[in-house]
């Protein structure tokens, strides 16, 4: 496939240098012509086994691709990358529980891993699918790892970025202890007095942008927020303590770094291959920080397009 892409894209440039040169009006009406029609959005909704509606965008048609945000943020975090995927797949971004207009819980234990793990396969039966890739960013990656290792079955490819296999996550902070200080913080009671649309905002740079974030903020559980940290956190092991094992995932996995992340680093991402039955794409950006689909947009939705182009689903 990889010398048919090769010879298709040399034939394409060979045209376009003919049509510059002989043609240029024939060349403007021909890349009109083969822009990508605006595909429509749709706003949905999935209800959990617990009973939490569960807000998401959806369009495009083809294979499912369920995208999932971390913290802090919202849907709209994909708006960038959705455009590059759904003309040729069905694709759905998630507001997790807690975030903007999906239920709002309220408890720690209402914001456990396997009511997370739920709410994703809520939206993959709403949508009427038996399948999916899974695709995830900070604490989305760790839905989504989780996810792979509960219904192997329903997982055609789990694209993680930012937070390892949750191996290599433990393995992280016992490695780096330091850089969790942040998420014990969090864990604390009463750390959401802390918070503010605003204040989660500030990293977006973006007006327009930073606009849309307050908004899907204030309608927000700070509280439920940090309970995804009081929930779910990993603790270091104590000593004597044996570290957790898990199945292997048998499907493609491809992980998406920002070199510049100074809280998830990038050893934690080695030996993530040891955990995969099937291929394992790393990819590094060094000048990108936590955020990569703010920092690299582009270089990000190339990636993550041709990596499922090329692993298609059966």
């Given at each position: 496939?990889l010398?048919?892409?090769?010879?298709?894209s040399?034939?394409?440039?060979?045209?376009?240098?003919?049509?510059t040169?002989?043609?240029?009006?024939?060349?403007?009406?021909?890349?009109?012509?083969?822009?990508?029609?605006?595909v429509?959005?749709?706003?949905?909704?999935?209800?959990?086994?617990?009973?939490?509606?569960?807000?998401?965008v959806?369009?495009?048609?083809?294979p499912?691709?369920?995208?999932?945000?971390?913290?802090?943020?919202?849907?709209?975090?994909?708006?960038?990358?959705?455009?590059?995927?759904?003309?040729a797949?069905?694709?759905?971004?998630?507001?997790?529980?807690?975030?903007?207009?999906?239920?709002?819980?309220?408890?720690?234990?209402?914001?456990?891993?396997?009511?997370?793990?739920?709410?994703?396969?809520?939206?993959?039966?709403?949508?009427?699918?038996?399948?999916?890739?899974?695709?995830?960013?900070?604490?989305?990656?760790?839905?989504?790892?989780?996810?792979?290792?509960?219904?192997?079955?329903?997982?055609?490819?789990v694209i993680?970025m930012?937070?390892?296999?949750?191996?290599?996550?433990?393995?992280?902070?016992?490695?780096?202890?330091?850089?969790?200080?942040?998420?014990?913080?969090?864990?604390?009671?009463?750390?959401?007095?802390?918070?503010?649309?605003?204040?989660?905002?500030?990293?977006?740079?973006?007006?327009?942008?930073?606009?849309?974030?307050?908004?899907?903020?204030?309608?927000?559980?700070?509280?439920?927020?940090?309970?995804?940290?009081?929930?779910n956190?990993p603790?270091?092991?104590?000593?004597?303590e044996?570290?957790?094992?898990?199945p292997?995932?048998?499907?493609?996995?491809?992980?998406?770094h920002?070199?510049?992340?100074?809280?998830?680093?990038?050893?934690?991402?080695?030996?993530?291959?040891?955990?995969?039955?099937?291929?394992?794409?790393?990819?590094?950006?060094?000048?990108?920080?936590?955020?990569?689909?703010?920092?690299?947009?582009d270089?990000?939705?190339?990636?993550?397009?041709?990596?499922?182009?090329?692993?298609?689903?059966?």
């Amino acid at each position: 496939m990889l010398r048919t892409l090769i010879g298709v894209s040399a034939l394409a440039i060979s045209m376009a240098a003919c049509s510059t040169t002989t043609d240029a009006p024939a060349a403007t009406a021909a890349a009109s012509q083969a822009a990508k029609p605006v595909v429509k959005v749709e706003d949905k909704y999935a209800t959990s086994e617990d009973g939490t509606k569960i807000h998401y965008v959806a369009s495009g048609k083809g294979p499912l691709v369920v995208m999932v945000h971390g913290f802090p943020d919202y849907s709209g975090t994909w708006d960038h990358l959705t455009p590059k995927l759904n003309d040729a797949y069905r694709v759905v971004a998630m507001d997790t529980r807690g975030y903007n207009l999906s239920g709002q819980p309220v408890g720690v234990d209402n914001y456990r891993m396997p009511k997370l793990v739920a709410d994703i396969h809520a939206v993959i039966k709403a949508e009427g699918a038996t399948k999916a890739t899974v695709l995830g960013h900070d604490w989305g990656a760790a839905q989504v790892w989780h996810y792979a290792l509960a219904h192997p079955e329903t997982v055609e490819r789990v694209i993680a970025m930012s937070v390892p296999h949750p191996a290599m996550f433990l393995n992280q902070i016992m490695k780096s202890p330091d850089n969790s200080t942040y998420a014990r913080n969090f864990q604390k009671e009463g750390s959401e007095a802390n918070l503010t649309a605003e204040g989660l905002a500030r990293s977006v740079r973006d007006p327009a942008e930073k606009a849309k974030y307050v908004e899907a903020f204030s309608r927000s559980s700070f509280a439920g927020m940090m309970n995804y940290y009081r929930a779910n956190y990993p603790a270091p092991l104590k000593p004597g303590e044996t570290a957790p094992t898990y199945p292997k995932i048998n499907v493609p996995v491809l992980v998406v770094h920002g070199m510049k992340d100074t809280a998830l680093l990038s050893f934690a991402h080695n030996d993530t291959w040891d955990q995969i039955g099937k291929d394992t794409t790393i990819v590094m950006i060094p000048d990108s920080g936590h955020w990569i689909q703010r920092d690299a947009p582009d270089l990000l939705a190339a990636q993550v397009r041709s990596w499922l182009d090329i692993h298609p689903t059966k």
